[in-house]
């Protein structure tokens, strides 16, 4: 894959350290300490006025700084050092890929995601989706798989946060030049910009691509931000997240079918396609489109073959969360669709509808589900919750057997382990510990850390989120009129510290914490073991709700009863997210459960010292041993909001008081907290090696991507004869399928009480035109007073014979070890290369 690029232009850099741009063009210094310190060595006040951004610095520096530098022999051997570095990455030929794969020389895995938060400098993030994306695709590059990723290149980006005197929340946007950030326009053999263009409603819309280079992977960025285009076109992509559904309609369509053109115009043909939830799925439907005008293929044909090889992860609990556009709508921007294109209007339609609305609503994340075989939610709860929320998309099937699995999410371990523990653990265990972040049995050493070096770096960072949490406040209260100078009173470096950070959605409950103000300022206020409380988080613009919440803290934070000890930082971004992770001592997380799909930051806190204290929802259900954290509030929570915050409250109060404050106080003569130490490292061992980015990519890999590509191959060989013969199978067995039916006519089940442990059960079908071969027979126990509990999983009965239409299928079933249960037998289609067949919606019970 040859991606040509247009040259770096307003660089003038010395001959000897010209290559400091191929160091600044790749995020790959994201997770580099030493490449940060080079670009921060270079110009220390470019480098905090421009974000971190080494492009802003080698364009803000001036020209007899590097004349300087290309004569210092320190500077050169650090700038060859991360030449090297970079150079020996890139050019790697062993990978986990190459060791792992079948098919080492499969075509890339195409990524889909409306955000990317890869780095502080690069503001195409909102929050935790973003910053997953960006993690995934430096575990991609990390473990060398082929992968491409899309998105969108937003004018404006999310906003920033503001907080007036009065705590309401300002929501500032900032036009960036792309030129200005560290991605690079893509052009043809003849240095012209690639362009792809799409319909929307009645006009032509031009896009060019953007390349960001991710370590050895590329993130393909469309823009349509050209003179060429009408004003209103322009202005799609000039915020994330747009609260018009217009406009959200309008991106989502430039995200999946302007997206599935770039990597056309790109001349990459993905073998596998992930949509990172649903905001991009109408690339299926531009797929779909493509193999009907472009192989002939018919609707139902195209989308078994774009189905074979997509793969859908959704990131969201609760139905409010998953966007949905009026029919009208879609309607609208879509109906030179229908008429020029092909597309058969009300099939696609169709795919849209879910079962909480009338057709009216056409729901992205319904078609994202429709249109591939492969589904997961993002940590094992989450997957539990995600069958439950569209049961009835499989109205068929027990709520248990709905197709969507899970792939619990992790963290890029060396971009948010603070630089200084990665120093100590490259020291302690070796330079190579990178390639051990998966591998549970090698952070069973971590008790070999030293205990005072850990705490004296543990407490630095501290030093320097305080540092920078004042800072920030200053700013705020110098812009808002409030007297700055009482900031330097704020947090103390011996303390106790707790952080709570994320996206303000009133689920997340940051204002749970003050449910009782005395008592909590009496947890904070005590003689002898005091404790500081820093939060941060923005609500979006249109989240009313979630902006007073902002609001309340606020007044807490200005309120004589917490001044000084509870601070509300605005403008949460990854620069403060990496320190407060870094920096604080308990993370706080206390979501109304089960509403947090996963959740990220409390991993991010492990790996540098932070320990959890979180109700049991999302990744920390998975997570929590007893030993490496605490928990808040019941394991399974009652219905009752009201109810559960009471509760909640009760058990964050008494658990602060009782065993977190202790523990932390409770420190040897010179000073160290050994028992706290030790419940740090357990959660450093317990936890590091599965809540990664590097095990979880390996696991979509393992579960979702190899497979699919193989489906993909298969569907698309011999002129599409497999995709062809399900289709024809499919049409062939829904109109015979309710003339099946059958009989037990065997049944061990009454012999059971007589001490066998094997129950015979034999069936007699009457399948029509059908062959034994085209059905799944299964047995399971359930609680006949229970409706349809199923106690046992499904095993399966075998084919014995036939006559003529009638087929008999049999099997020896271990009995049920449960009171007051029976056997039930249903019968299910089955074909050997349809992985889902259960989307088909038919099943058969005896």
Not at 9 to 15: A, N, R, V
Not at 230 to 257: K, S, V
Not at 564 to 590: C, F, P, Q, S
Not at 766 to 781: G, Y
Request: hydrophobic letters at 40%; aromatic letters at 10%.
């Amino acid at each position: 894959m040859n991606i040509h690029t247009k040259p770096v232009q307003g660089l003038q850099l010395p001959e000897s350290i010209k290559r400091l741009s191929d160091l600044a063009y790749n995020f790959y210094f994201g997770w580099q300490p030493e490449i940060q310190e080079l670009f921060k060595d270079i110009n220390p006040v470019a480098w905090e006025t421009f974000i971190h951004n080494p492009l802003q610095v080698l364009k803000n520096t001036p020209s007899e700084t590097f004349n300087f530098l290309e004569s210092s022999v320190k500077f050169l051997n650090e700038y060859h050092n991360a030449l090297d570095k970079l150079d020996v990455y890139l050019n790697r030929s062993e990978t986990w890929f190459t060791k792992h794969a079948v098919n080492p020389k499969m075509n890339p895995i195409a990524y889909f995601s409306a955000e990317y938060g890869l780095h502080e400098s690069f503001p195409m993030y909102s929050g935790g989706l973003g910053v997953l994306s960006g993690d995934h695709c430096k575990s991609a590059s990390d473990l060398g798989l082929p992968f491409v990723a899309v998105g969108l290149l937003y004018q404006e980006g999310f906003f920033t946060q503001q907080i007036d005197r009065d705590g309401n929340q300002k929501a500032v946007y900032t036009k960036y030049n792309p030129r200005d950030l560290a991605i690079r326009e893509v052009v043809d053999e003849t240095g012209s910009n690639v362009r792809v263009t799409l319909t929307i409603s009645d006009r032509p819309v031009q896009a060019k691509i953007w390349k960001a280079a991710v370590g050895r992977i590329s993130i393909f960025l469309l823009d349509v931000n050209l003179p060429e285009n009408h004003p209103d076109d322009r202005a799609i992509n000039g915020q994330l997240y747009h609260a018009d559904h217009d406009t959200r309609i309008r991106q989502e369509m430039l995200l999946g079918i302007g997206g599935a053109r770039a990597l056309k115009a790109l001349g990459i043909t993905p073998s596998v396609w992930h949509m990172n939830e649903g905001h991009s799925a109408f690339l299926g439907l531009e797929r779909i489109r493509n193999l009907m005008s472009g192989s002939g293929l018919s609707f139902e044909e195209a989308r078994e073959v774009v189905a074979a090889n997509t793969v859908f992860t959704t990131h969201t609990p609760v139905p409010a969360g998953n966007d949905e556009f009026h029919r009208g709508l879609v309607d609208h921007c879509f109906h030179r669709y229908w008429s020029a294109f092909g597309l058969p209007r009300e099939k696609v339609f169709e795919l849209g509808k879910d079962g909480f609305h009338t057709g009216e609503r056409f729901s992205m994340t319904v078609l994202a589900i429709k249109l591939s075989h492969f589904r997961n939610g993002v940590s094992q709860l989450h997957g539990k919750v995600s069958r439950r929320l569209w049961h009835d998309l499989w109205p068929h099937l027990p709520e248990a057997e709905v197709p969507i699995g899970a792939v619990t999410n992790g963290v890029h371990t060396p971009t948010w382990m603070a630089s200084d523990i990665q120093d100590l653990t490259a020291k302690t265990f070796g330079a190579d510990w990178r390639e051990h972040l998966t591998d549970p049995a090698f952070w069973e050493k971590i008790p070999e850390f030293p205990k005072t070096k850990f705490w004296k770096i543990h407490n630095v960072w501290k030093i320097l989120l305080i540092h920078e949490v004042r800072k920030r406040l200053k700013k705020q209260f110098r812009r808002e009129g409030l007297p700055a100078e009482e900031i330097d009173n704020y947090l103390k470096p011996g303390i106790l510290t707790i952080g709570f950070a994320r996206r303000f959605a009133t689920y997340k409950r940051a204002n749970l914490m003050f449910r009782d103000v005395n008592r909590l300022k009496a947890i904070l206020d005590h003689p002898d073991r005091p404790v500081q409380i820093i939060i941060a988080g923005k609500a979006h613009p249109a989240d009313r709700p979630g902006q007073a919440v902002v609001r309340e803290i606020f007044h807490h934070m200005r309120s004589d009863a917490f001044k000084g000890k509870v601070v509300l930082v605005e403008n949460y971004d990854l620069a403060l997210a990496k320190l407060l992770v870094a920096g604080t001592d308990i993370w706080l997380n206390n979501p109304r459960k089960p509403l947090e799909a996963s959740g990220t930051s409390g991993m991010k806190a492990i790996l540098n010292g932070g320990i959890n204290f979180s109700v049991l929802d999302g990744w920390w259900v998975e997570g929590a041993n007893g030993k490496n954290g605490w928990e808040i509030g019941p394991k399974d929570p009652p219905s009752d909001p009201d109810l559960q915050d009471e509760l909640d409250g009760k058990s964050l109060y008494e658990t602060l008081e009782n065993e977190i404050i202790p523990l932390y106080y409770d420190k040897n003569p010179t000073g160290i907290p050994e028992s706290w130490i030790s419940k740090a490292f357990e959660s450093y061992k317990s936890l590091i090696s599965f809540f990664s980015t590097d095990r979880m990519v390996a696991e979509y890999f393992e579960k979702y991507y190899e497979t699919a590509a193989r489906s993909g191959e298969d569907h698309h060989a011999e002129n599409f004869k497999l995709t062809k013969e399900i289709v024809k199978w499919k049409q062939a067995i829904r109109p015979i399928w309710h003339s099946i039916h059958g009989e037990v006519v065997l049944n061990g089940h009454d012999n059971v009480m007589q001490g066998k442990t094997l129950v015979e059960i034999k069936v007699k079908l009457h399948l029509e035109t059908l062959a034994p071969e085209d059905v799944r027979v299964e047995a399971a126990w359930y609680r006949e007073n229970h409706g349809t509990e199923f106690v046992s999983d499904w095993m399966g009965l075998s084919w014995v014979q036939s006559d003529g239409s009638d087929a008999f299928f049999q099997a020896q079933v271990p009995s049920s070890e449960k009171p007051d249960t029976r056997l039930r037998i249903r019968i299910l289609p089955r074909h050997k290369s349809l992985p889902v067949p259960e989307d088909l919606g038919l099943v058969y019970y005896l």
